[in-house]
């Protein structure tokens, strides 16, 4: 008997020992170095465990009263500590119901004209529909302007890696260019082949495994289907690329049942280096991406005989993050990003609508608006406090979320030249899917009381406030020191 317990105890141990080491090479692959010394004083720990175990057993200490108390209290304790751990706690229900659990009261739909992307890139001074917008919408005008004088964010005098960020801002053009090439009205909604239909016959469960495979081979890395929500349309024409001011302020009317969303990953590497221009180069990478598989998925759809209308960078008919969250890719955090279970917030989205007849997916709970509420990471290192510290969500036209401030935050992007991305690197969702992380997400996902124990202790291993990672040689931004790279000075918000 008393053998078996040391057996199952030394296993125990072995155990820990291996995930200890895995999460340490985890961290030296990562080149994170706070993290990669706390991991390898946790490994030693665990070592220095084992060794003292195995010592002990061999002496027979364990055969003794005492020290078999001791390896029963310890086992026990092992065995509670892993039950309470791995246990799955309760469902979210709000979560289960997808976007549609966040509303509580009476919810618009939102206007396109007003979103400050809108404002800021299609309104022209002295234009008929800048005098119109403003005169309804006075409280905007103020902001804007001193925006639009920023220029930005590409290229401001002020952008944090002036004057070497030339190199990072022309592959950052380069990527925005094919967006907005794909963005004309036979691209984005090309002409279906009704006719086709009678030849090319698809039932709901086919074209749902044809799309979704599509989808993915095009380079899409998660794809989710649902019936869309006409709450998550826009109301009105906002966006305007071509010339085509005919289109500002039309009705977007709900023309598809369906929408096929999909999520891009966005490098660690890239993403690590936020708020500097790798990251601007990374979002802009994956904008492209998903208006290429946007375009094509909608004329694979249209050659099927079927409306379908592409939703990405430079044209986009619905709010990606609740459609997402619809289609089961995953949840909207604190910092109003999509958070997925394979990449965190890392990713960049994209959708097609259509009247395709398709299986829809179910809305997950991962465990998401628990951790958010707990960790606030997000909040605490956002440098324009644009994202709320409050615990819990409030409601802001009829829905429960916590409301960024869209002004400030751009306003941020524009002092420093770039799209930021703090938020997202430092979400403890964004780590690289290694084993120990993938294991560690695991359990967040299951339980309430795993998800608090790794918030303090992401806080320990990375830091309240983590340091950007140093970017590819290909990307460098800075011939400065190392400690000028990793804590740069921040343009303040006037």
């Not at 720990?45 to 195995?54: M, N, T």
């Not at 022309?170 to 006719?195: N, R």
């Not at 708020?275 to 998903?290: K, L």
Request: hydrophobic content about 40%; glycine content about 8%; some cysteine.
């Amino acid at each position: 008997m008393v053998s078996l317990l040391i057996f199952i105890a030394a296993l125990g141990l072995i155990v820990q020992a291996f995930i200890g080491l895995a999460y340490f090479i985890s961290c030296m692959l990562e080149k994170e170095k706070r993290a990669t010394v706390f991991a390898g004083l946790q490994f030693l720990g665990i070592l220095a465990l084992v060794a003292v175990f195995f010592f002990l057993a061999g002496i027979g200490f364990f055969q003794t009263k005492l020290g078999l108390a001791l390896l029963i209290a310890g086992l026990t304790l092992g065995a509670l500590a892993s039950f309470l751990l791995m246990r799955k706690t309760g469902a979210n229900q709000r979560a289960l119901k997808g976007a549609n659990g966040l509303i509580v009261g009476e919810m618009k739909r939102h206007d396109e004209r007003e979103i400050v992307f809108a404002r800021n890139r299609s309104l022209r001074p002295d234009s008929e529909q800048y005098k119109l917008f403003y005169k309804e919408h006075p409280e905007y005008e103020e902001f804007d302007a001193k925006r639009r004088r920023m220029g930005g964010p590409l290229g401001h005098p002020g952008t944090i890696d002036r004057p070497h960020q030339g190199p990072n801002v022309a592959a950052t053009l380069a990527s925005v260019s094919i967006p907005l090439h794909l963005s004309t009205s036979d691209k984005v909604k090309p002409q279906p082949h009704p006719e086709l239909r009678k030849e090319i016959k698809l039932g709901s469960e086919e074209a749902t495994e044809r799309v979704k495979g599509y989808a993915r081979s095009l380079g899409a890395d998660l794809v989710g289907i649902t019936e869309i929500n006409p709450l998550w349309i826009y109301s009105h024409r906002g966006e305007i690329f071509w010339e085509n001011w005919e289109d500002w302020g039309k009705e977007i009317k709900v023309q598809h049942k369906y929408a096929v969303v999909f999520a891009m990953e966005m490098s660690l590497e890239m993403v690590g280096t936020a708020p500097h221009t790798p990251t601007m180069i990374e979002s802009m990478r994956n904008y492209a991406r998903g208006a290429y598989i946007a375009t094509q998925l909608a004329t694979y759809i249209t050659n099927l005989g079927y409306p379908a209308t592409a939703n990405h960078l430079r044209h986009y008919g619905a709010l990606m993050v609740p459609v997402a969250v619809d289609a089961g890719l995953g949840e909207v955090g604190r910092l109003g990003y999509l958070i997925t279970k394979d990449f965190g917030p890392r990713v960049r989205l994209g959708a097609v609508t259509t009247d395709l007849p398709l299986l829809p997916d179910k809305p997950v709970d991962i465990g998401v608006e628990d951790f958010c509420r707990i960790c606030k990471k997000c909040a605490v290192c956002c440098p324009s406090h644009s994202i709320p510290l409050d615990r819990d969500q409030t409601v802001a036209n009829g829905t429960l979320r916590w409301k960024l401030n869209a002004e400030t935050c751009f306003e941020y992007w524009g002092n420093i030249g770039t799209d930021c991305n703090i938020c997202m690197r430092v979400c403890p969702w964004s780590h690289a899917r290694t084993f120990p992380h993938k294991l560690i997400l695991e359990l967040n996902t299951r339980n309430m009381i795993a998800r608090r124990l790794f918030s303090f202790m992401d806080d320990i291993f990375y830091g309240k406030r983590p340091r950007p990672r140093v970017a590819p040689n290909w990307a460098r931004f800075n011939t400065g020191t190392m400690d000028e790279i990793e804590n740069p000075a921040r343009p303040e918000i006037h």
